[in-house]
């Protein structure tokens, strides 16, 4: 049963398939887990919502719209322990302006997986990945922004494979009937398209999508603000298949917010189908966000939470 877990969770989270020459059914599959926990709160949806720290994952274009000069923050990720314990994803992501035009954004993800034994001997396989993005608004309400992205899949030793990959983002808002604490927005990101993995035992495509959305934001006065998500998308690579999300978020006083959403998947999307639940705090420049998966029946989701701390200036 152990060997079994074990095999799930490479499949899912490195493409282990490539190691053991069953098809190409994806290398690095990691990023395909989004640190982006306000986001998950919401259904996992954000590519028209408004900007945080973890955009750059989301929709570069978004950050050229926040309303604050710069944010860094780091999330935490206990994943699938359902399957096994000992898998963590760790993120540092952050954005700052340059001007009232344009903005550079970095990331960091890095995930850990239990020590397995193979060969007589013991590895941890691991996987990490560099981005670096930029933004800039091309009209009043009109942005795009680019990702470049660095991978590093390990699988054991001797089965480590480099790669790079791109996103492409556009984003565009709108004031609500010239409500200027109204808005509604609309999001298209291609996200993760790159070249192939090498472990070693063949060249496997990384995991690829697209999104597209739309948001509203509207502040009922300035104690009482609600954000909703509608969202879907079309995973290119693995699997070819639909999904999609919905979400909504109540802020109270600037100060507290709580948030819900639904996340669809096909039958044979490997992420399944799931509702969120979230809550964050904000008071002055901290901000700290918690997120809980409620998965079907059976499911590698379940007891899934992520939590995530962070600096606005």
Not at 76 to 82: K, L, V
Not at 148 to 172: E, I, P, Q
Request: hydrophobic share 40%; aromatic share 14%.
């Amino acid at each position: 049963m152990k060997n079994i877990r074990y095999g799930l969770m490479m499949l899912l989270l490195c493409g282990a398939t490539a190691t053991f020459g069953q098809g190409d059914n994806g290398a690095a599959l990691f990023p395909e887990l989004t640190p982006d926990v306000r986001g998950v709160g919401m259904g996992n949806s954000g590519v028209a919502s408004s900007a945080n720290a973890f955009s750059i994952w989301r929709n570069a274009a978004k950050n050229v719209f926040s309303d604050r000069k710069a944010e860094v923050a780091y999330s935490f990720t206990p994943w699938m322990r359902e399957l096994a314990s000992g898998s963590n994803l760790h993120a540092l992501a952050g954005y700052y302006g340059l001007d009232d035009k344009q903005g550079i954004q970095a990331g960091f993800r890095y995930i850990n997986r239990p020590d397995v034994e193979r060969a007589g001997a013991v590895y941890t396989p691991k996987d990490w990945s560099i981005d670096l993005g930029y933004a800039r608004k091309l009209t009043e309400g009109l942005s795009v922004g680019a990702t470049a992205r660095f991978v590093r899949s390990a699988l054991f030793d001797n089965a480590a494979a480099n790669g790079v990959a791109f996103d492409l983002g556009v984003y565009y808002q709108q004031a609500w009937r010239n409500n200027d604490d109204a808005r509604w927005s609309l999001g298209l990101q291609a996200s993760n398209f790159g070249t192939k993995m090498d472990y070693g035992y063949g060249k496997y495509k990384q995991p690829a999508k697209v999104n597209a959305g739309g948001g509203v934001d509207y502040a009922f006065n300035d104690n009482h603000r609600l954000q909703g998500t509608l969202e879907v998308g079309y995973r290119v690579w693995p699997g070819g298949c639909w999904e999609g999300a919905v979400g909504a978020e109540y802020t109270a006083f600037k100060l507290f917010s709580v948030r819900s959403g639904y996340h669809y998947g096909e039958e044979n999307n490997r992420m399944q189908r799931y509702g969120t639940i979230g809550c964050g705090v904000h008071y002055s420049m901290l901000r700290a966000d918690f997120a809980f998966i409620i998965p079907e029946k059976n499911s590698f989701l379940k007891n899934t939470w992520q939590v995530s701390l962070g600096v606005a200036f």
